[in-house]
């Protein structure tokens, strides 16, 4: 996972919005996400939301904690023929460790903790 732009907004009053781009870009499969489910594992790719909580820098990494909130697809009876009964979404929230490699690009993730 390359976060080019990313790196090239640091220090920018851009950086915030650049990252989050960036992150939203990437899918579900290379986001770390599933230890922090506490429901049913099924998450709504498109519900996920990142902000950036802290952040700091050497020089060979950028490094951010980051919060992401999602929701989890929790499956329902649809019993009445109410298709809205069918599925709930159950809110969560965790947070990352992220380190952007200032040579490459190339990006880590690691856990902070998460809500259960």
């Known amino acids: 996972m390359v976060f080019n732009q990313a790196l090239d907004s640091w220090g920018t009053d851009d950086f915030a919005r650049v990252f989050k781009l960036t ?4 899918s579900l499969k290379d986001l770390p996400l599933m230890d ?16 950036i ?7 060979k990494t950028i490094s951010l904690k980051i919060g992401v909130f999602f929701s989890e697809i929790l499956s329902g009876c649809a019993c009445s023929d109410d298709p809205s009964q069918a599925m709930i979404l159950e809110n969560s929230y965790c947070e990352l460790l992220v380190e952007i490699n200032r040579s490459d690009a190339q990006i880590k993730f690691t856990y902070a903790s998460y809500a259960s």
């Not at 922090?36 to 902000?51: K, Q």
Request: with cysteine; aromatic share 4%; proline share 0%.
């Open 36 to 51: 922090c489910c506490t429901h049913s594992g099924v998450i709504d790719e498109a519900s996920i939301e990142s902000t």
């Open 23 to 26: 992150f939203n870009a990437l």
């Open 53 to 59: 909580l802290t952040s700091s820098a050497t020089q």
